[in-house]
Structures are given as C-alpha cells and as structure tokens.
T-cell receptor, first 114, second 112 residues
Framework: KQEVTQIPAALSVPEGENLVLNCSFT??????LQWFRQDPGKGLTSLLL?????REQTSGRLNASLDKSSGRSTLYIAASQPGDSATYLC?????????????FGQGTILTVHP | EADIYQTPRYLVIGTGKKITLECSQT?????MYWYQQDPGMELHLIHY???????EKGDLSSESTVSRIRTEHFPLTLESARPSHTSQYLC???????????FGSGTRLTVV
C-alpha cells in the first residue's frame, strides 16, 4: 500500500527566504507526482506535475524534483512571499490496480511572515 | 473561476439526518472523485467514477453512497449522518486518469 510522507509538518520563515519542502513515498511504481496548494477553507490548486520519466518541473519561483528510485520529491520555493502561506500537499498517481487514484501526504503548513 | 462547484460550502446538521453533498463540473470530464479530509490529516479517496453509471469505492471505507446519472453531476449522500462523519469533503474531476485534476472548494460538514 502506497504511503506518502511530508516533512516538515509546519514551517515558518521570514519573507525572502528560499525553502525546501520534502515528500517521500514508499512504492516507486508511480505514474507521476503532483504538488498542490491548499488555502484555508478552499479547495486544492495544482502547482506542478512531474511525470515518472521526468526529473524536475519549474513554474515561476517553484521548482519540483523527482527521484523515483529513492521515492523522493522536493518542492523548492525561491524568494518566499507572505502570499505563499498555505498548506502544500504532495500526491502520487499510483500504478497497477490503483490506476488513476491519488495518494496524498499530510501536507506542510507554510507560514511566510513579513 | 471554478469549473467544479460544490454545495453547500458549510453544513451543520443533527445526527440521523439524511444529507446530499452536491458536485457539478462544466468541463465534460468523465472521471470524478470524492475525497475526505479530516482536520490536519491527509485526503483519502472515498468514491470515484470513470463515467456515467460507473461508481467505485475508494481506499477509505465510507458509509456514504454516490451516483453518476449525468456526466457533470456526482452527488454524495449520507442516509443517516453521525458525528463521526464530521469532515471536509472535496470533489474533483479529471479529463485523464493520471493528471489534470481540478478540485472543488469543498464542503465542510459538521454533525452534532
């Protein structure tokens, strides 16, 4: 059974810092991995999607990497801003009999203070 | 602007009541999903559908039921709500099974 773990559980940083969020998964047989952002009281917003054959994806100040063999992904946020404050969720698209379903981590709660 | 809509956003009801959480999408996606998220916990898939008249149970056992009579509509029903059903319920849809998920804003359910 796939399990996804995110560390740290919470992170508080001053504005302008570069930061790294970590995600690990137990079963390397994945189709792809996705990073989401969740704001309080709202749904999920997709940030980056990395296919299993890719090593990284970039969007603006965000960069996500994937090491499928070791079961790890990182989300790098450059020059953090207060507007980046949210919960960041990592999710893997499983393969095999779980085709098409997402397995989520518990998330990292990020607070960026001015 | 959202292409997937969930109503109500918040719901407080008494034990034993029957409730239906609505989810509709305007993107024509065949695949739709219901996830349950307890406070501070990860999302768990409770139901999914790959098309009209197709519904399956997800990884997390749930007493809720779903139906898919129309492509755009995927309602979730609890026949008799209990305090243990208190949670946030998120609906999602996707064009493909492996990517392109769009999530709704969720329904926060409290059963008293």
């Amino acid at each position: 059974k796939q399990e996804v773990t995110q560390i740290p559980a919470a992170l508080s940083v001053p504005e302008g810092e570069n930061l790294v969020l970590n995600c690990s998964f137990t079963d390397s047989a994945i189709y792809n991995l996705q990073w989401f952002r969740q704001d309080p009281g709202k749904g999920l917003t997709s940030l980056l999607l990395i296919q299993s054959s890719q090593r990284e994806q970039t969007s603006g100040r965000l960069n996500a990497s994937l090491d499928k063999s070791s079961g790890r992904s990182t989300l790098y946020i450059a020059a953090s801003q207060p507007g980046d404050s949210a919960t960041y969720l990592c999710a893997v698209h499983a393969g095999g009999t779980s085709y098409g379903k997402l397995t989520f981590g518990q998330g990292t709660i990020l607070t960026v203070h001015p | 602007e959202a292409d997937i809509y969930q109503t109500p956003r918040y719901l407080v009801i008494g034990t034993g009541k029957k409730i239906t959480l609505e989810c509709s999408q305007t993107m024509g996606h065949d695949k739709m999903y219901w996830y349950q998220q307890d406070p501070g916990m990860e999302l768990h898939l409770i139901h999914y559908s790959y098309g009209v008249n197709s519904t399956e149970k997800g990884d997390l056992s749930s007493e809720s039921t779903v139906s898919r009579i129309r492509t755009e509509h995927f309602p979730l029903t609890l026949e008799s709500a209990r305090p243990s059903h208190t949670s946030q319920y998120l609906c999602a849809s996707s064009e493909f099974a492996n990517y392109g998920y769009t999530f709704g804003s969720g329904t926060r359910l409290t059963v008293v």
